[in-house]
């Protein structure tokens, strides 16, 4: 062989195995994970909603959805499993921040911090060569202790708290200074024209459009909608104008025949009876009805901002050639969420009427959703969110851990629903199997759901085999279409109770009168998962929402106290004067 020959040969050799790598890392998708927050299971139009989410819908229908796709039914123990694969305790995050008691912390399992040393999805990525963005809620523990630049992320633009205003830095629970927002671990003011959904859309693509084209990249784009406050550009919220007049029960009912329709549960599901505390619609005034329907449309308009600023970066991948490469993963944390803005009893409400005006906002019925609001859907529009289960976040009924989720993207053929169970825990190896990252399965309490994804298989879980989940007391645990499960308190009573979702996924009927030894063996499993993940259980009497409001009271009182204190004087001086004025009266009358 002439020598010119030999030398041309061992030249493209060697320029082959010096391109093989990056053939391979140009071969490997791009990871878009879209974390909404608080989206019931029926709030994308997909699912069932009348909310317009066409950029959602379109996802679904090139890929698949997931009918049993489960959470916790807290935000920051969702994110906590999400980010690293592990169950929340494993990873310190037990419950919220805002939830834990001191006793708690004391325990590995309630830290509230991680080490230097945890890893992620973007740890792992980025060793393997992806560029890593996050943009949006992050809300792990301890504020400011967690951030995303110390566990693998490249760039990242987050909100460090449950949640906060859309608008500015409002903070939505009463006693807090404002919400604390990092770019890359340093802390920021937001800009004037802040609106979340358009901003973090926006730093996103910023950043995709700042990195290495010819590398891949994992972006996690977490929406502050659907939590409170729950805020949306006006020309948003007037595109429902009648849509939810029918009020909660009429709709829930819609939605739960229409959840048939669409194959997403049994034919023989049936609502749960609402708790007690929920109103009937018919019971409120038609003033009353237009405020609450008003609340709803808010909802509405913020789901559809999100998903027009979803459409927008697909929109900017696409004319950027990438879309077609890029895994696009959309879910939520959690159910809905049901708190009110409102307190039963006058004196509550006055107190913290004036504290939110201290802080700024406006709670008028005319400003709901606009800058300045602190608007929250209620119950029982998130009873309708979650239709057609039972309860919603904060709780382990179907409502407050089964959310929508959606895939697609390369390898992924359309294929309508997916009906085999899908813990949350499970997208951190589906994302490093969807990557070609090796990893050692044993170590997660998540597994790859991969092979569902590409048509190997149907189910990644076999029917005998379980997951579980705790947070704050509300636990549930999952084998084949069975289900054991505990509500904490104050809509629940801390009994368990079992299921066959299989015909009753609204929970309406507990069978374990009928299949005690089913339950007593299940029950046995739920308490080897406590053990093995580290769950300390509550005292009798203690529960998420008790401790969340004795962490207020003391915030809010060591805030406030002169105007407490003012308030409380005053208070006390009237009625003084009405007992004098009483005494005074009754002398006159009868003596």
Request: proline content about 6%.
């Amino acid at each position: 062989m002439p020598r010119i020959v030999q030398i041309c040969a061992s030249a493209m050799i060697a320029a082959l195995l010096f391109l093989a790598p990056t053939v391979a890392q140009e071969s490997r998708p791009n990871i878009l994970l879209v974390v909404l927050d608080d989206a019931g299971f029926m709030d994308f139009g997909a699912y069932g909603s009348e909310t317009r989410t066409p950029n959602i819908d379109a996802l679904a229908r090139d890929g698949v959805m997931f009918s049993r796709f489960y959470t916790s039914p807290f935000c920051g123990p969702s994110r906590a499993m999400l980010l690293t694969g592990m169950d929340n305790h494993q990873v310190g995050m037990g419950t919220l921040v805002e939830t834990v008691s001191p006793e708690l912390r004391q325990y590995p399992g309630y830290s509230m911090t991680w080490d230097d040393g945890q890893e992620t999805i973007a740890t792992h990525l980025s060793d393997a060569g992806y560029q890593t963005f996050v943009s949006g809620k992050w809300g792990i523990g301890e504020v400011g202790a967690n951030l995303p630049d110390r566990f693998g992320f490249d760039r990242s633009y987050v909100m460090d708290a449950t949640g906060g205003s859309n608008y500015d830095q409002s903070h939505y629970l009463p006693g807090y200074d404002r919400v604390d927002w990092f770019e890359d671990g340093a802390r920021i003011s937001l800009p004037d024209d802040f609106y979340s959904s358009r901003s973090l859309v926006d730093r996103l693509i910023g950043y995709v459009d700042e990195g290495d084209p010819d590398r891949p990249f994992f972006a996690f784009l977490s929406f502050q909608a659907l939590h409170i406050p729950v805020q949306a550009p006006l020309s948003f919220i007037e595109g429902y104008n009648g849509v939810f007049d029918a009020g909660w029960d009429v709709i829930r009912e819609q939605r739960r025949q229409r959840a048939i329709e669409l194959g997403l549960v049994p034919p023989t599901t049936q609502l749960a009876p609402s708790p007690q505390a929920h109103r009937a619609w018919e019971e409120l005034s038609p003033e009353d009805q237009a405020v609450a329907a008003r609340l709803m449309q808010v909802n509405a308009g913020m789901m559809e901002a999100a998903d027009h600023h979803l459409g927008r970066l697909l929109a900017h991948l696409d004319a950027a050639g990438r879309l077609d490469n890029t895994l696009v993963i959309v879910t939520s944390d959690n159910g809905a969420e049901a708190a009110m803005m409102e307190l039963p009893g006058a004196l509550a409400n006055t107190i913290v009427g004036g504290i939110r005006r201290l802080e700024g906002y406006d709670t008028s019925p005319e400003n709901h959703g606009l800058p300045g609001s602190l608007t929250a859907i209620g119950p029982e529009w998130a009873s309708v969110s979650s239709a057609p289960f039972q309860l919603y976040k904060f709780y382990a009924g179907e409502g407050g851990l089964r959310v929508p989720l959606v895939i697609a993207g390369p390898g992924i053929a359309p294929s309508g629903i997916q009906r085999g169970r899908v813990h949350i825990a499970d997208l951190m190896p589906t994302m490093l199997d969807a990557a070609g990252i090796p990893y050692d399965a044993s170590t997660y309490y998540g597994r790859s759901f991969m092979p569902v994804l590409t048509g190997e298989t149907e189910m990644s879980y076999a029917e005998d085999e379980s997951f579980a989940f705790e947070v704050s007391g509300n636990a549930a645990l999952y084998r084949g279409n069975w289900k054991i499960t505990r509500n904490a308190q104050p809509r629940g009573d801390s009994h368990w109770r079992l299921y066959d979702l299989s015909v009753d996924p609204g929970e309406t009927t507990d069978l374990s009168a009928n299949h005690p030894e089913l339950f007593a063996d299940m029950l046995a499993e739920y308490r080897s998962y406590s053990q093995e993940v580290g769950v300390v259980e509550p005292a009798p009497g203690e529960y998420a929402m008790k401790q969340l409001t004795e962490n207020l009271i003391a915030r809010v009182a060591a805030k406030y106290w002169p105007y407490l204190l003012a308030f409380l004087l005053l208070l006390a001086g009237t009625g003084y004067g009405i007992f004098r004025g009483v005494r005074f009266a009754a002398r006159r009358m009868f003596g």
